[in-house]
């Protein structure tokens, strides 16, 4: 079983930025990659962004390339999302998760769920 427990987001303007974490805890090593995904209200919850611990390499969404950056610190087995120039349409509920892989998103576990809120 994998712990997930996320921290950051809150309410930012458009153009603005936020930073995500989440600390995995228990049996990672199940796992090779994680993931952000979010869901909007009234959508189906969305990929974002992955990132697999051995070797760092990254994937995602179209909609965030060049704006989301992923990144991991193995030591403290945390995953962070960098979100810059946030648009209205980043708003939504923000979940960490263990995937199976980098290029399987079968999600093992999810976090609790944070919410970013971007105002226009």
């Known amino acids: 079983q994998v712990q997930l427990v996320e921290s950051g987001g809150g309410l930012v303007q458009t153009g603005g930025s936020l930073r995500l974490s989440c600390v995995a805890s228990g049996r990672t090593f199940s796992s090779s990659a994680m993931g952000w995904f979010r869901q909007a209200p009234g959508k189906e919850r969305e990929f974002v962004a992955a990132i697999r611990w051995s070797s760092g390499a990254t994937r995602y969404a179209d909609s965030v390339k060049s704006r989301f950056t992923i990144s991991r610190d193995n030591a403290k087995n945390t995953v962070s999302l960098q979100m810059n120039s946030l648009k209205p349409e980043d708003t939504a509920v923000y979940y960490c998760?263990?995937?199976?892989?980098?290029?399987?998103?079968?999600?093992?576990?999810w976090g609790q769920g944070t919410q970013v809120t971007v105002s226009s």
């Open positions: 998760a263990a995937v199976q892989t980098l290029w399987d998103l079968k999600v093992k576990a």
